[in-house]
């Protein structure tokens, strides 16, 4: 039951979780790594299911991954090698994700992963920095300068202009007064000017400053400036700071001057001044005139001049010209005296007013643009005629097409959310009647149906003669964006909560400097605290460690404390109830003082139940573990018993040799079947049965006879060579029949023998009895050894487990001991062990329903009829060549080839009535070669395939479909003969 809760608690969370085997190259490192386990959090986060991915590799999947930017197969490699735990954020270019992760090793070239999507919060998080980035940009390309302080005046940004009028970097400004960056003068009397800023805080209005301010710099400076300034307020309408805007007005003033000195004397005026005659004689010019135009009196004037002044004389109205004089540009008026019959020139130096008109008009352009950056347009609203005027940006974010003549009510109308109307009236009225304009936050509905939010403030309200609103201007800013952040952010914080009551953290913080001590409720619970009653600034962390790890946890509080660096461990603790509970503890430093750590917080996660769940989990991956070794040696291994097999069939015939000697033969005949019976139940050990097993009648005591014989070698020739003694005694019953498969069971005794000879390692007596009790055939295999212990007995069973050191044992004996016996339908179990005394062993298998006896297996006639002409295919030079010579005693004509092109160039000269061909070849495997015979040749020629590598490799592939007959490595003579025999009847019957 322990056991379904901890797969459930997998099941169930919310959190990622996939359990993996590191694969390594010849020298050790780390190259790949192979998926055994993930829950539906991991299905849900990755799209790809349990049946996709399980008993495949990482590169398999994502054969991109070697290529990528962060070394996962390195990074993991590492800890499943060497241990320890490690946590990290990574973006995962399969996925197109950020994750976070947390990685530790259970066991030696395994590890564990524990991820969570953290794409959503990363992207919040970009999307503010790009604001704040679009906010930067947006001052900074302002042609205006802009100061902005929070409620208490403040000073908390400045753009590039500002820094320029006032002599102040902000880097230097930042958090003074704005009266300290900010000094304005009256420009006549000199007198201290009232702050805008103050004004806007008491009143929470837009305040604009008198004519004739002065802006005095840092370096004493004046220069006569223009500006407003207006509050920003939140959602409740407090005001959170003030933004003001200046511009240089001195240029204004200028110009207004000059205007105001050419109603002096000509010969005072500083610009130049003439008078001509119809014809073109200059009657007078002043100084200025002279030095500029480079003319005097009685000269005449040039010929455009000349049509200039004729045309206005005959209209009798004033013309104005601009002309380029040098590097300056004049504006020049014709002022006609017609009663008199001549024109007064006057001239004035425009070049600067053309300047700041070129860049005014650059300011403008940099402010659409930065309008359109920030998603603030600005609006005019005419109260008497309804009708706005609206900027370029406006019309973007209300999502219409521009044009000229807008009426407010067609725009309630038609672009506010119709929830909406009613307050964006009641604003405008509260505007028109109570002269109060108010933030105001609307929805918009774009001609596509699309919904977007904006943020509206009103600015300047201007009145007309008899006091009444006349005109307002403000600013609307498209919000959407923002609101989608502050959704997500608030969908993430529910998230957040979600997945700390889910998964339970338990989260702390700790004023070192107060000693306050602040604990969630899932704190509580994991130390198995009152909240009522227990006070947690009262207690050290640890008087809750265990014994065993406090040394440990005081060195890392310690060095948390000195370099005031995050820190993560695991822990032991006894709760508050006397129970042991695995800790996982996060600790951050988020406040110093002088450079000391004042205040940590952190998170303590309850992986009790997750170090129980990974220790079973460990346990049931390493039944897996045999199937994967088996596989990779079957083929190798069934190669190797095929060329003894072989051989040994080919010396048995023989006339010349002993009887004694064929014994022998036989007997490792035996032995080699039995080990392929071994590799062939390793390879399917923890694997579903693929069909009913091909079991025959036995008689066990045969089997007993024949794994004494067998074993003789190691309990007698090879021990007594080392002065060491066995004695077998044995005591067979008459005994029925069993059904089973006789190699597997011989399996099963020469495991159960050679412990019995380990278990005595100065010598002794093996007792092996049979007999029965009507229901199972009952089998006891006794020594007199040194016994086993409790815990030895209790894990004897489990792969992998071995009492003889890695050296002298792999622990897969016993676990396959069992997989046979279990696959009998029987029962092993330790019967009785005593250490010192030695152990008894028992196996039990059922009775077989029919008691006939078997008989010897019929040896198949291997003379034949009909010749055959045979192709043998097969890359291993030695297990090619002893086909030949088996089928050329079994009476065949036989050719070899090494791989699937070199016979089929045998094919094209030669006409074959059976061809036989490995699997695994290169350049051409089996399944290949035998899918090219049928393309060119049809279904006429008969194909066996040899296989080394067990079902497997058989049905895995699911290629059977192309072939006839299917010979498993090693080739018993009798299988060979029953398929040549077949072919060559269907020859003999075959028209001539």
């Known amino acids: 039951m322990e056991e379904y809760f901890y797969k459930l608690a997998l099941q169930k969370s919310p959190i990622g979780y996939a359990y993996h085997q590191i694969i390594l190259d010849e020298a050790g490192k780390p190259v790949d790594y192979k998926y055994i386990d993930i829950n539906p959090a991991f299905r849900e986060m990755t799209g790809l299911y349990q049946t996709d991915i399980i008993g495949k590799t990482v590169t398999e999947l994502f054969p991109g991954i070697i290529e990528d930017d962060f070394d996962w197969i390195g990074l993991y490699g590492d800890i499943a090698l060497n241990g320890g735990e490690k946590s990290f954020e990574e973006f995962s270019s399969h996925f197109n994700r950020w994750y976070e992760v947390n990685v530790f090793s259970p066991e030696k070239n395994h590890f564990v992963t ?52 006032t002599g102040w970097k902000m880097a230097e400004a930042g958090d003074r007064p704005l009266s300290d960056i900010f000094k304005i003068v ?24 008198a004519n004739h301010t002065v802006l005095i710099d840092k370096y004493g400076n004046n220069r006569q400036i223009a500006d407003s300034a207006a509050p920003i307020m939140d959602d409740a309408k407090s005001i959170k700071g003030v933004v003001l805007v200046f511009r240089d007005v001195t240029e204004d003033y200028k110009r207004k001057e000059e205007i105001r000195m050419l109603a002096k004397f000509p010969s005072e005026n500083p610009n130049p001044v003439m008078r001509i005659k119809p014809d073109g004689e200059l009657l007078y010019s002043n100084q200025p005139a002279n030095a500029i135009i480079e003319t005097s009196s009685g000269k005449m004037i040039d010929s455009e001049w000349h049509k200039i002044l004729i045309e206005c004389l005959r209209r009798g109205k004033t013309m104005e010209i601009e002309e380029k004089i040098g590097e300056n540009i004049f ?28 860049k005014l008009r650059e ?29 370029d940006e406006m019309f973007r974010i209300f999502g219409v097409e521009k044009k000229e003549h807008l009426i407010l009510q067609d725009v309630i109308a038609q672009a506010i959310h119709p929830e909406d109307r009613e307050k964006v009236e009641q604003s405008n009225i509260s505007v028109a009647m109570d002269k109060k304009p108010i933030p105001l936050e609307y929805r918009i509905i774009w001609p596509d149906k699309s919904i977007h939010v904006v943020w509206a403030q009103a600015g300047e309200l201007l009145e007309d003669s008899e006091g009444n609103p006349c005109m307002l201007s403000g600013y609307v800013q498209d919000i959407t964006d923002r609101k989608k952040v502050e959704e997500e952010l608030r969908e993430n914080r529910e998230r957040l909560a979600m997945a700390v009551n889910s998964v339970k953290l338990g989260i702390w913080e700790q004023d070192l400097i107060t000693k306050r001590v602040e604990w969630n409720e899932f704190m509580y619970q994991i130390y198995d605290a009152d909240k009522d009653t227990f006070d947690p600034a009262y207690s050290n962390i640890l008087d809750f460690t265990h014994p065993d790890d406090k040394e440990r946890i005081l060195k890392e509080i310690e060095n948390v404390m000195e370099t005031g660096q995050d820190h993560e461990t695991q822990m032991r603790i006894i709760t508050l109830t006397g129970q042991t509970r695995y800790i996982r503890a996060y600790a951050h430093v988020h406040q110093f003082i002088d450079g000391k750590p004042a205040k940590i917080m952190g998170v303590n996660t309850d992986i009790t139940d997750q170090v129980s769940a990974y220790n079973t989990i460990i346990r049931n991956q390493r039944l897996n573990a045999i199937g994967e070794f088996a596989s990779g040696v079957a083929h190798d291994f069934n190669n190797s018993l095929e060329s003894i097999l072989g051989n040994i069939e080919l010396m048995l015939p023989a006339p010349e040799i002993s009887a004694e000697f064929k014994e022998n033969l036989s007997s490792m005949k035996k032995s080699v079947l039995d080990a392929a019976a071994r590799i062939r139940k390793l390879q399917s050990f923890n694997k579903p049965l693929s069909g009913q097993r091909n079991y025959s009648p036995i008689q066990m005591n045969h089997v007993v006879n024949d794994v004494i014989a067998q074993t003789r070698p190691i309990w007698k020739d090879t021990a007594e060579q ?14 029925p029949l069993i059904r089973g498969d006789e190699n597997e ?24 009895s ?77 009775i077989a329903a029919e008691q006939t006896r078997p008989e010897q297996r019929e040896t198949l006639n291997t003379s034949t009829e009909v010749k055959l002409k045979v192709l043998w295919v097969d890359d291993e030079v030695s297990i090619r060549r002893l086909g030949q010579r088996r089928l050329k005693m079994l009476g065949h004509d036989t050719d070899i080839a090494g791989n699937g092109g070199e016979a089929l160039e045998l094919m094209k000269i030669n006409r074959y009535d059976l061809i036989i061909t490995d699997i695994g070849m290169p350049v051409m495997n089996g399944w290949q070669f035998a899918s090219r015979i049928r393309d060119e040749y049809g279904e006429s020629i ?44 269907r020859k003999r019957h075959e028209p001539v």
């Open 363 to 391: 300011s403008e352009a940099r402010l659409k643009k930065a309008q359109q950056y920030a998603h603030v347009g600005s609006w005019t609203w005419n109260i008497k005629t309804n009708e706005l005027e609206w900027s």
């Open 770 to 846: 049979t007999g029965h009790d009507g229901k199972d055939v009952i089998v006891r295999v006794r020594d007199t050894g040194m016994g086993m212990d409790e815990e030895t007995v209790k894990k004897m069973f489990q792969p992998y487990f071995t009492t003889k050191g890695f050296e002298s044992g792999r622990g897969l004996g016993m676990s396959g001991v069992l997989s046979v016996i279990k696959a009998h339908d029987g029962e092993i179990f330790v019967e009785r062990t005593t250490q010192g005394e030695g152990t008894v062993i028992q196996f039990r298998i059922p």
């Open 114 to 165: 524990f991820f969570t999507d953290i794409s959503e919060r990363k992207e919040s998080l970009d999307r503010l920095r790009e604001s704040e980035e679009n906010l930067r940009i947006t001052l900074h390309s302002i042609g205006d300068a802009v100061i902005v302080t929070d409620a208490d005046g403040m000073v908390k940004r400045m753009n590039s202009m500002a820094e320029e009028y």
């Open 186 to 209: 009256n420009a006549h009397s000199g007198d201290t000017v009232e702050n805008p800023i103050e004004k806007v805080i008491k009143t929470g209005l837009i305040v604009g400053l």
């Open 331 to 358: 504006s020049f008026s014709f002022s006609p005296i017609v009663e008199r019959g001549y024109v007064n020139v006057y001239g004035i130096d425009i070049t600067e007013r053309i300047k700041a008109e070129k």
């Open 745 to 768: 069971l011989r399996s099963v005794l020469y495991n159960l023998i050679k412990n019995a000879i380990e278990a005595m390692p100065n010598g002794g007596t093996i007792y092996l």
């Open 942 to 985: 008969p194909i066996a395939v040899l296989s080394g590598g067990g079902g497997d490799q058989i049905g895995d592939l699911n290629k059977p479909q192309t072939i006839n007959y299917i010979l498993k490595k090693p080739i018993e003579t009798n299988e060979l003969t029953r398929v040549l025999n077949e072919i060559s009847a």
């Open 722 to 735: 080392k002065g060491i003694y066995f004695k077998i005694d044995k005591n067979m019953s008459d005994i």
